[in-house]
């Protein structure tokens, strides 16, 4: 089946600990996107990729890391600079070029305590 | 920077109603998506509109690009319970791919 897939669905962390989420796609999508969603809110854009070995801040970058070796990975660190990490994380992926419709993984809900 | 909202904030309706939401933005956008997410899952796309004025049905659910650019509507028609979840909707085609999200509309389908 072709999707996008981000593990664990679940996670939990120590404050002060770096976590990476894993986001993968079998879509052979150019781009792809790391969002962030908190309660009750809209979706806040993180990093974002448009091809391999390139990656882009998003709105909220700050404390978090990306990288993009391969087309179908785009893994996210949430380091313990980030101030907040408890949030619902979301990946997506998209053709690129001329197309903006977005595809979005199931989702990881990172709880720090 | 860009702007978009989407209203209203919340609906509460009965089985069986229609129901409509829209978006408007203070840009004019190439492209207008409309997405559902139900509780700790994904956003799913419904519908997606790629020109001024175009009307698209995905089942029961209508949405529309307006001719300003600036606006789209999302209509979902004779509403059952598994409709309930948050809709949003999204403009691009301006800035590399990047999207721009509504706040979202959580919508409640009483039985």
């Known amino acids: 089946d072709g999707g996008i897939t981000q593990s664990p669905k679940y996670l939990f962390r120590k404050e002060g600990q770096n976590v990476t989420l894993s986001c993968e796609q079998n879509?052979?999508?150019?781009?792809m996107y790391w969002y962030r969603q908190d309660p009750g809110q809209g979706l806040r854009l993180i990093y974002y990729s448009q091809i391999v070995n390139d990656f882009q801040k998003g709105d909220i970058a700050e404390g978090y890391s990306v990288s993009r070796e391969k087309k179908e990975s785009f893994p996210l660190t949430v380091t313990s600079a980030q101030k907040n990490p408890t949030a619902f994380y979301l990946c997506a992926s998209s053709p690129g070029g001329q197309s903006d419709t977005q595809y979005f993984g199931p989702g990881t809900r990172l709880t720090v305590l | 920077g860009q702007q978009l909202n989407q209203s209203p904030q919340s609906m509460f309706i009965q089985e069986g109603e229609d129901v409509s939401m829209n978006c408007t933005s203070s840009s004019i956008f190439n492209t207008w998506l409309w997405y559902k997410q139900d509780p700790g899952e994904g956003p799913v796309l419904l519908i997606a509109?790629?020109?001024?004025?175009e009307l698209t049905s995905n089942g029961r659910l209508t949405a529309q690009f307006g001719i300003t650019r600036k606006d789209s509507f999302l209509n979902i028609s004779a509403s059952i319970p598994s409709d309930v979840g948050i809709y949003f909707c999204a403009e691009g085609g301006t800035s590399y791919g990047k999207l721009t999200f509504g706040q979202g509309t959580i919508l409640t389908v009483h039985p």
């Open positions: 509109l790629y020109k001024a004025g």
């Open positions: 879509l052979n999508h150019d781009a």
